[in-house]
């Protein structure tokens, strides 16, 4: 079993920035490769962000790539979600995922 919990999300104004946190447990969690997805308001979920357990491999979205960084403290067992320069369509509830597990999302806003 993992679970995986996300934080940090809130309303921002467009620019703007905010950093998620999804705190892992279970397992062997600093094996783990995360992803970060999100899910607009009647649109599917969408990849956003990958890091490898060992945090030098990661990739992005098109969509967010040059404004998100993902990163991970393994020994706190946090995957990081750094979100800068951010746009009205970056609103949605983000989800952080191992395999077949789910945190229970944690909503962004941005203001235009």
């Known amino acids: 079993q993992v679970q995986l919990v996300e934080s940090g999300g809130g309303l921002v104004q467009t620019g703007g920035s905010l950093r998620l946190s999804c705190a892992a447990s279970g397992r062997t969690v600093n094996t783990l490769t995360i992803r970060w997805f999100r899910q607009a308001p009647g649109k599917e979920r969408e990849f956003v962000a990958r890091?490898?357990?060992?945090?030098?491999?990661?990739w992005y979205a098109d969509s967010v790539k040059g404004r998100f960084t993902i990163s991970r403290d393994n020994a706190k067992n946090t995957v990081y979600l750094q979100m800068n320069s951010l746009k009205p369509e970056d609103t949605a509830i983000y989800y952080c995922?191992?395999?077949?597990?789910w945190g229970q999302g944690t909503q962004v806003t941005v203001s235009a």
């Open positions: 995922n191992f395999n077949d597990y």
């Open positions: 890091i490898t357990w060992s945090g030098q491999n990661t």
